[in-house]
């Protein structure tokens, strides 16, 4: 499974990904991270940055809601009622990273 992050330089939520990543979910041996720093609008679009940090896995942003355009923008994460951070919890993260993986192949 490819993981990929994308990011805008200034926006804080890259290391709080990074931390929840290391915390398990991205010590998977078959995942592969990839960082990314993206620049500008039309590199943001070409992309799918959907506001700083967005994880692709395996080219899709899970997390986008349908229809999101792109944005050179910080980004907030809805992980609870009530709770915006700047990252996806790392219970939504296993979520994620499990459905993806397929039945049988979660990180446990």
Known sequence: MKLTVLMVDGCPGAPLLEQRLAGGPGRRTDV?????????ASEAARAGLHGSPTMLVDGVDPFAAPGQPPSLSCRLYDNAPGLLERA?????LRQV????AGPGRGDG
């Open 32 to 40: 592969e991270i990839t960082w990314n720093v993206i620049a500008d």
């Open 88 to 92: 996806p919890s790392v219970t939504r």
């Open 97 to 100: 990273l499990g459905a993806a």
